[in-house]
């Protein structure tokens, strides 16, 4: 066997096996949805009970008609990007948690699909192998993807909103692409931040490789402006914006908790720090993020192949420096698509610098991850196309960390995160009998509505209507009685 014979081989077995894995991923990503995380999250719960009203009755939580937000009287108000989609799967699929939680699992495997797509139409396929694999075992999203939030229907927007935007320009791609980038605004706050400042780099990155023709740059700007309209008037009257107002750095009980003004040069200096923690060694490699809810908490939001990619990229500048090494270097090759991804990057982390509760947080710069995905795998591919002797390296890496990674969260991380999803409550449901049952665990959540009424619904099987009312009179008595 001569030594091209041996690289061809090499090279199609490496292929071969980063498949396999990308496919064990996906099936993985539904495994054990009811039990892991244990117990469920409010905000699932509170989700639930929404899209499970609006299935059976067409009303919200709150009797609210067919509303385009689902208004939870706390936190953000679930978007029409997430309710109306999660109807049809709730009519499928019912919405309890854990359907719910599938539910997010394939809009997130739909948003890797896309990842896989936009890599492989740039450089070709082995790159979208190399992408999709990253990102199948990508622990910044692995742990969110499994738990009912909508937020990374806005990474899936995003990742198609790319993908048709980079395609060779037709004026109905460029009004789907419009349509999509405006479908991750609605779908997750962070992103009415992120997207317009990635799209001003997109459009000077396709500018450069494409010489984008600015009548079909008016077509995308038509149906991006058009779809946002409904989104700007509910942000403006500020419907959408109790949520960010309590926890924004701009928060005057925020600034006055830290003996700080609201001049710009502090605002600046906070921001700044809040910042540089999102790119502190320990959130990036180590613990990643504070919060059960979005991590394990035994590794950093990147992975061991996001960080031999780091590695890489040190390499490939060190390079620069030796006449040689610049002839095959992707930095001189390919110095807009890195740039590109590299600002955008950083952008993402935009949002959640803005923010003053919960930090670092890798929830808040879901909009990074796609670009990180796709910067990592794109110096990795460039690495074992010079040395193809790294396409072995790059399997053994994949395969051990995706081995660790998912021993901890499958056998360590249900225990050590069940505290941040109630898990009490649903072990106190599963004890329910009785009426007097019933009324005592009602009795016991009389100030967490969404607690009572999502048990009500799943396991009593009482309607939304019912459960909102057994719920208001149980607490329209205790007020009355003094007892609430």
């Not at 394990?296 to 031999?308: P, Y």
């Amino acid at each position: 066997m001569s030594i091209f014979d041996l690289k061809d081989f090499l090279i199609k077995t490496c292929l071969t096996v980063l498949i396999l894995m990308i496919f064990t991923g996906a099936v993985l990503h539904f495994y054990q949805l009811d039990k892991i995380p244990y117990g469920f999250h409010v905000d699932e719960m509170s989700g639930s009970v929404a899209v499970g009203c609006l299935a059976t009755e067409g009303v919200d939580a709150h009797d609210i008609a067919h509303p385009l937000f689902a208004d939870l009287h706390y936190g953000t108000p679930k978007p029409p990007t997430y309710l109306y989609p999660a109807i049809m799967w709730a009519k499928l699929f019912g919405y309890s948690a854990p359907s719910l939680r599938a539910l997010s699992v394939t809009v997130h495997l739909l948003g890797i699909l896309g990842l896989f797509f936009l890599a492989q139409s740039l450089f070709g396929w082995r790159y979208a192998v190399l992408t999709a694999v990253l990102a199948s075992f990508s622990p910044w999203s692995w742990v969110l993807s499994r738990v009912a939030f909508e937020s990374l229907f806005a990474a899936t927007f995003l990742i198609w909103g790319l993908y048709v935007f980079l395609q060779p320009p037709r004026y109905r791609r460029m009004l789907l692409a419009g349509i999509l980038m405006a479908g991750a605004m609605y779908s997750y706050p962070p992103f009415r931040l992120a997207t317009p400042l990635m799209l001003l780099t997109l459009i000077i990155y396709a500018y450069k490789q494409y010489r984008l023709n600015w009548k079909f740059l008016t077509a995308f700007a038509i149906a991006f402006t058009i779809t946002l309209i409904p989104l700007a008037q509910l942000t403006l009257n500020g419907a959408l914006q109790q949520r960010f107002d309590k926890i924004s750095i701009f928060s005057p009980d925020y600034l006055k908790s830290i003996n700080a003004s609201n001049d710009w040069s502090q605002l600046i200096k906070i921001f700044g720090h809040i910042y540089a923690m999102h790119l502190d060694p320990d959130f990036l490699f180590s613990h990643g993020d504070p919060s059960y809810v979005h991590s394990t908490r035994h590794f950093g939001i990147l992975s061991w192949m996001d960080m031999a990619a780091l590695a890489v990229s040190l390499i490939f500048l060190l390079m620069l420096l030796i006449k040689s090494g610049r002839k095959n270097n992707p930095l001189v090759k390919h110095p807009f698509w890195i740039l590109f991804l590299l600002i955008n990057i950083f952008i993402g982390i935009v949002p959640s610098a803005l923010t003053n509760s919960e930090i670092p947080n890798s929830l808040r710069i879901m909009g990074s991850w796609p670009f990180m995905c796709l910067f990592s795998s794109f110096m990795l591919w460039q690495a074992c196309e010079l040395w193809w002797g790294l396409w072995l390296a790059v399997v053994l890496t994949v395969s051990l960390f995706a081995f660790c990674f998912l021993k901890i969260y499958f056998q360590v991380y249900p225990q050590e995160g069940k505290g941040m999803f109630s898990y009490w409550t649903l072990e106190e449901a599963n004890q329910l009998k009785t009426e007097e049952d019933w009324l005592n665990f009602v009795l016991l959540y009389r100030h967490d509505d969404y607690n009572a009424r999502y048990f009500l619904m799943q396991y009593k099987h009482l309607s939304c209507t019912d459960s909102r009312k057994l719920w208001e009179n149980l607490r329209d008595y205790l007020i009355s009685h003094g007892k609430y």
